[in-house]
């Protein structure tokens, strides 16, 4: 019976052994978020209070963008804009050059979700905040019982998110559209 051999680009069990590090990029305090990979950029947030763009090939720095506060969530990236929030509580979006920032009225430990024209943001004051992409006008907000950690997820139509009051919510397309609760 011929054994199927995994590509050379696909980690299993054999060729563990083999791996090797590429490359290493150090900022200037911890990494608590997850990188996004979008082409061949790699995008990383740190305590220090910046987004760094990175090659991916190579993690030679192509640029960073400083925020006011330190940066623990991922960045979205979607249509050739960056979205961010930090703990300084605002959230920010830009391409090379600030496009608009927002304060919220709390710390920002989730990530942006980017979806149906609007920026979806969590912050720590307990509540969901939704803004235009372009203008960063507050569409907006809906208070939970608890801070909002939690990263917003969109499918079908509809936004999900967590709180430290054990709940989930979730906003239905008329919600997101208007702001407005459906009977």
Do not use: C
Not at 49 to 60: F, I
Not at 98 to 125: E, N
Not at 156 to 182: C, M, P, Q, T, W
């Amino acid at each position: 019976m011929a054994q199927h051999t995994p590509a050379n680009n696909v980690i299993y069990p054999a060729n563990v052994s083999h791996l090797r590090r590429v490359w290493a990029y150090t900022t200037g305090d911890a990494i608590a978020s997850s990188p996004v990979v979008v082409g061949e950029v790699v995008y990383i947030s740190s305590r220090d209070h910046n987004l760094y763009a990175l090659a991916a090939r190579t993690g030679e720095q192509l640029w960073s963008y400083t925020t006011g506060g330190a940066i623990v969530s991922s960045a979205a990236v979607a249509n050739g804009f960056h979205y961010v929030g930090s703990q300084d509580g605002i959230v920010s979006a830009f391409t090379s050059d600030r496009l608009w920032s927002y304060a919220t009225g709390g710390s920002i430990q989730s990530s942006p979700a980017v979806a149906y024209g609007m920026v979806f943001v969590g912050s720590q004051d307990h509540r969901l905040y939704a803004f235009d992409v372009n203008t960063g006008e507050e569409l907006w907000n809906y208070t939970t019982g608890g801070r909002v950690d939690s990263s917003p997820a969109v499918a079908e139509g509809v936004v999900f998110v967590g709180s430290n009051d054990h709940s989930l919510y979730a906003f239905n397309e008329i919600y997101i559209s208007s702001g407005e609760k459906r009977q």
